[in-house]
């Protein structure tokens, strides 16, 4: 997948304003407009312009396209990191745009839509229930196992006296339930937009996402650990320590253990009902022959066992 310069696309500067960007639009589109143009490209440019207009005319898409850097180049191979959206707070959903109109850069960024788990605005005569709010938030595994109480902050988009998108930043205290799972969503009530008249506030939704752990992988509620064992913990089998979410413990590897086995500790991935399974993968780690002692054992391994590892390939 490509990335899209949609600035370039509009030819107007990162710090143009919204105004700005109107103008830049409707000059655009008169001119490749398939229906008058006689660019043999107009039909492509036009949908690419409609496309960075749909993303530039909207502060929140905006402020959410511009957390992806100005480093980025048109065309260039573009996957986005998982966290790049965290803390970043909207309202009502990435929808009104219609995302298998455009391009996959567009429906990775904002395909999602929300506005169903919600209901949106509600109007009751000149009242009006405000609208609720939306972020994804980065969580430790470990808050999953235990619960937590964090302090948060979130950024939101908001246009200035001049026209410009800035964003505003404010910090909340969360209780993290223990046994959330990703993707789970935690609902603050009153914390989205004011209500108008005598309406209630919104309310601001959290999606859970697991920093990326140096140990631990996470599917549903079962979690995940490669174990290095040594060549003969693995042949003769032992009982060695392996770290868990909530610390380490006593695994037994059974005799003849071979790379890849997979050994289920029942019940010790994520609480809930029913709760995880933690998996232990077995990798099998080799001392290095950085010694003259090292390497005569190696020899003689070589002589003694007459293995070969490649048997089964048939060569």
Known sequence: MDFKDYYNIMGVGRDASQDEIK???RKLARK???DVSKEADAEVRFKDLGEAYAVLKDPEKRAAYDQLGANWKAGQEFKPPPDWDAGFEFSGGYGGADASAYSDFFDTLFGRD???ATGGRRQAGIHAHGE???AKVMIDLEDAYQGASRSISLRAPELDGTGHVTTKQRTLNVKIPKGVKQGQRIRLAGQGSPGLGKGQSGDLYLEIEFKPHKLFRVEGRDVYLELPVAPWEAALGATVKAPTPTGPVDLKIPV???????LRLQKRGIPGQPPGDLFVEVAISLPPADSDAARQLYKEMQQELAYNPRSKLGV
Do not use: E
């Open 32 to 34: 490749y407009h398939p």
């Open 132 to 134: 609720d709010h939306h």
């Open 114 to 116: 929300f506005q169903s």
């Open 256 to 262: 003849g253990t071979t790379r890849g086995r997979k």
């Open 23 to 25: 103008r830049a639009y």
